[in-house]
């Protein structure tokens, strides 16, 4: 059973950045692809970055550039870095393991003046 638990998220300025955290309980951590996600409210869920076993990442449009994907995998944690935040930044953050559906409670990032 997959277990996640998210951390990090608040409220900030625009132009800011915030540190967010995945804590992943599953055996063999290191042989799964990790993603987070978000979603804004009236919004589906959506995918904002990856990264592989080999460290390969990748981003959406809308983040690339300013987000920035990492894993640990001897503490099993994923990070997602977000510099530059903008309003429509503004979403509960989700870390997922691909390809399991479980979900945490996510941690809820507001970005506003």
């Known amino acids: 059973q997959v277990q996640l638990v998210e951390s990090g998220g608040g409220l900030v300025q625009p132009g800011g950045s915030l540190r967010l955290s995945c804590a992943a309980s599953?055996?063999?951590?290191?042989?799964?692809?990790m993603a987070w996600y978000r979603q804004a409210p009236g919004k589906q869920r959506e995918s904002v970055a990856t990264?592989?076993?080999?460290?390969?990442?990748n981003y959406s449009d809308s983040v690339k550039g300013r987000f920035t994907i990492s894993r640990d995998n001897a503490k099993k944690m994923v990070y997602l870095f977000m510099n530059n935040l903008k309003p429509e930044d503004t979403a509960v953050y989700y870390c997922?393991?691909?390809?399991?559906?479980?979900w945490g409670q996510g941690t809820q990032v507001t970005v506003s003046s």
């Open positions: 997922n393991v691909r390809p399991f559906d479980n």
């Open positions: 599953i055996t063999l951590f290191r042989l799964y692809t």
């Open positions: 990264i592989t076993t080999a460290g390969t990442t």
